[in-house]
């Protein structure tokens, strides 16, 4: 029988709010994120897919220990993503977002993406780094949509290095963008999500099987679906006499202490008054910034 190896990346039933003002989510607010399991093993190349707003940079916030969950939510290596702040300072885990990809367009290519390994490295080959040392590098990437600003050259070079680290180090990747060219062969799995809850987690090859379109094409089957779906909620909301959307609470209006009723429940940007002294602070909207 075949040894099932232990997978890096496991999500249990997450479930997650953005916070208010207060740190707290908004009462009556419906969580973000719902009901959430997905487990990953090395070597994983994970495709997430999703409308805009449907929760896929959350996810990977999340995942990237970003954001607080509780620890049994979420686990990568075996650790909790939010309180075991070595993950990432030891570069075991690593999330890519906009950041890296504005700082790579505008500063080019040396800039540094795992340790002292250049973005050019790792997109033109890391022929040059000793194997002892590869050992140390990313065991989980989270990448948020990093290839927008990229050639088509250095795209299509970087996902054939993502794909052959996969291959052949065992590490696990979790990319998410809406961008299909050249992603055919690339992913070894996918995961769709809508309105923050898994609809699909498949191998890339019973995807490939159950439908005989593109992948562009498959997975624009599926938001097709899901908008419609949505706008025969709202049509039927409407047809009873129900608001077309359904209500919701904004995260950023509180109602109830001294802060909120000098803010006038809306958070203003008051990032001086924390550096002012403890008294502001008590004062200040900023005091929802991790104690
Ligand atoms: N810091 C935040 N506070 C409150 N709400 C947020 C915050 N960041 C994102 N959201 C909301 O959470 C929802 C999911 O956003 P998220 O960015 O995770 O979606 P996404 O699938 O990555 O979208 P896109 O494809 O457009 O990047 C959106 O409705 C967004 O407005």
Request: hydrophobic content about 40%.
């Amino acid at each position: 029988m075949a040894v099932k190896p232990n997978p890096t990346v496991v999500i249990n039933k997450l479930r997650f709010t953005y916070p208010g003002i207060d740190g707290y989510p908004p009462p009556g607010s419906k969580p973000l994120i719902d009901d959430f399991s997905l487990s990953l093993n090395p070597g994983d190349r994970c495709l997430l897919v999703g409308s805009n707003g449907a929760g896929k940079t959350t996810i990977l916030k999340i995942l990237g220990g970003k954001h607080m969950v509780d620890p049994d939510m979420v686990r990568v290596l075996g650790r909790s993503a939010f309180h075991d702040t070595a993950l990432t300072s030891s570069g075991d885990l690593c999330y890519l977002g906009g950041e890296w990809r504005r700082e790579v367009a505008f500063a080019g290519f040396d800039v540094a993406i795992q340790m002292d390994i250049s973005a050019e490295k790792m997109i033109f080959g890391v022929s040059g780094v000793k194997p002892e040392r590869r050992a140390e590098l990313i065991k989980v990437l989270l990448l948020d949509e990093i290839t927008v600003d990229l050639d088509v050259l250095a795209r299509a070079d970087l996902l054939s290095f993502l794909k052959k680290e996969c291959q052949e180090r065992g590490a696990t990747i979790v990319y998410a963008t809406h961008i299909f060219d050249g992603l055919e062969d690339w992913p070894s799995r996918i995961v769709y999500v809508a309105h923050g809850k898994l609809q699909l987690a498949k191998p890339m090859d019973e995807v490939k099987e159950s439908s005989n379109m593109s992948l562009m094409r498959t997975v624009e089957k599926w938001l097709r679906k899901e908008r419609d779906e949505l706008r025969k909620r709202r049509k039927e909301r409407k047809a009873n006499g129900l608001p077309e959307f359904e209500k919701q609470v904004d995260g950023t209006r509180v109602t109830g202490d001294p802060a909120r009723a000098l803010n006038n429940g809306w958070a203003a940007g008051r990032l001086n008054s924390t550096v002012a002294g403890a008294e502001n602070f008590v004062l200040s909207s900023n005091r929802v910034i991790r104690q």
